[in-house]
């Protein structure tokens, strides 16, 4: 939620849309840049086996993000987010990756339930993509919705690397029975660039809820906290960035959505971010909540903003009844006027697009849950709590589950687990941020949230609030060392991440 860059106003509003028609098509992510196909080498497939259904090449190019704003970032093929990779249930796909870096890459396929040998995570045991070299891997596309790929490298201290870069993309895996009750359908990727560390200590939020902290945790942290800045340690790094964008674009500079009065669009929306919380609001029109991370839920309800933490993803239907030219954007004022929007064009609509802030509004999982449901028993429970030791490696923030700092660059589980057995993660989180909570190749059922009890909702990415306590379940149904991390890139790369196997 901060930038670092000057508060001058970047947005100019240029009206016309710039290469009309390159938005005609419907599934499409509204932009392409212009260096994807002319300025890149040919790929081509250097294995004598069938071609493969997709090629992804792994290399630094320019990006556009507005008008004469070029920025270098580590891309897939050349562009801005990666290609969307459709896919479809039940039927295999073959995938050929080419890395045209000096460094070895991991490609993670996020949310699909596939082997360590292709998941994408050094830790799991996944082959590196070597430098220079080419990968092919195959595997059954799982399970259906929104699911997204991006690299699993460490980036420590190193801001061009792992997901600071520009590789992310979507993958939507067709479910074999898609009802499809929409008339048109849009790909959002929220992405920050240039990356740059400060000092001052992370803006606490307060979106969440059930707001309820635990006292205990709030104690522990808070006197860890003291002692440290007591010993006149400063506050460990965190990150910020200059350009926000949606697609690849900074707000009022890409083609804008164009809708047409009375559709139903549904929006498939990515925190492609490496570190931050995003929200995003549209004036005068609600969201109806469909699926949480490519999951359908129980209960699809409206509301009137959609928060994600890195790494999540929302499908929202928008039934457009509200004609006009309108910025759909970030909450936060910083980091909308530094780009992170897109506007809403209504045909025959012009002018000026407008912007009219939401209602306070709290971001409540439970929402979308089972309201008559109770989550099965576990098998087990597995007791975990989250510390954070201020600036203790170099100035960086180290983070430890159980005061177990992961070791970056082992593969040594922590965790065992049985097959087919429940298992019930139960997380304390004694620091004030925000973790979004990732568990690779399952997904989990939310059951508890900040004291209260939920059923149905499933997930493979969950926001524990700051000195909150949250429940999941998984079952042990994917055999093979099976990561567990925070996905804020910054807390993964200081050691909040752990591995479970099975016995
Ligand atoms: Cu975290």
Redo the contacts with the bound molecule.
């Keep these: 939620m901060k930038h670092l860059s000057s508060r001058r106003n970047f947005l100019t509003w240029t009206g016309a849309a710039i290469g009309a028609g390159l938005f005609a098509s419907q599934n499409s992510f509204g932009f392409t840049d212009r260096f994807a196909a002319g300025n890149f080498p040919p790929i081509s497939s250097q294995s004598d086996a069938e071609p493969a259904d997709h090629l992804l090449h792994i290399a630094a190019s320019p990006i556009e993000i507005a008008p004469k704003r070029i920025i270098s970032t580590i891309t897939y093929n050349g562009q801005f987010p990666g290609p969307l990779l459709r896919m479809k249930e039940g039927r295999p796909v073959t995938v050929e990756i080419h890395n045209g870096t000096d460094s070895a890459e991991q490609l993670h396929w996020h949310g699909q339930k596939v082997s360590t040998e292709v998941d994408g995570a050094a830790e799991e045991g996944t082959p590196d993509i070597p430098a220079h070299s080419m990968r092919r891997i195959s595997f059954m596309p799982q399970p259906s919705g929104l699911r997204f790929y991006h690299t699993h490298n460490r980036a420590g201290a190193n801001l061009y690397a792992g997901q600071y870069s520009g590789q992310v993309g979507a993958v939507y895996i067709e479910p074999k029975n898609d009802p499809g009750n929409y008339d048109r359908e849009f790909f959002l990727v929220l992405k920050e660039f240039e990356p740059s560390f400060s000092q001052g200590g992370d803006m606490a939020q307060d979106f969440l809820s059930p707001a309820t902290k635990v006292k205990e945790l709030e104690e522990s942290g808070e006197s860890a906290m003291k002692a440290s800045l007591a010993k006149g340690v400063p506050h460990g790094y965190e990150v910020g960035y200059r350009y926000f964008t949606i697609n690849g674009r900074m707000l009022g500079h890409g083609e804008p959505l164009r809708v047409k009065q009375g559709e139903r669009v549904l929006f498939h929306i990515l925190n492609g971010s490496a570190t931050e919380i995003r929200s995003l609001a549209l004036p005068g029109h609600s969201f109806k909540v469909i699926a949480f991370d490519g999951n359908p839920v129980p209960h699809p309800a409206e509301v009137p903003v959609l928060w994600l933490g890195t790494a999540e993803r929302i499908s929202a239907v928008v039934e457009m009844n509200h004609p006009g030219v309108w910025v759909m954007g970030d909450l936060a004022d910083d980091d909308r006027s530094h780009g992170m929007g897109i506007v809403v064009e209504y045909a025959g609509q012009k002018g000026k697009p407008l912007r009219t802030p939401p209602k306070p509004f709290h971001w409540d999982y439970t929402r979308f849950a089972n309201p008559a449901g109770s989550a099965a028993a576990p098998d087990e429970t597995i007791p975990m709590t989250f510390t954070k030791r201020n600036a203790a490696e170099h100035g960086f923030n180290v ?1 430890a589950i159980n005061d177990v700092a992961f070791a970056s660059g082992t593969m040594r589980p922590t965790y065992h687990l049985q097959q087919g057995k429940r298992y019930r993660l139960h997380m304390h989180n004694a620091s004030d ?1 925000i ?2 909570i990732h568990l690779h190749r399952h997904s989990f059922e939310l059951t508890r949230l900040a004291g209260q009890s939920t059923a149905g909702v499933m997930k493979d990415v969950v926001m524990v609030g700051g000195y909150q306590e949250v429940e999941i379940d998984f079952t042990a149904d994917n055999p093979g060392l099976t990561l567990f991390h ?1 996905h ?1 890139q910054l ?1 993964m790369d200081f050691g ?1 991440m752990t591995l479970f196997d099975y016995i």
Excluded: K, L, S
């Design positions: 983070w941020d973790h979004p925070c804020q807390h909040f």
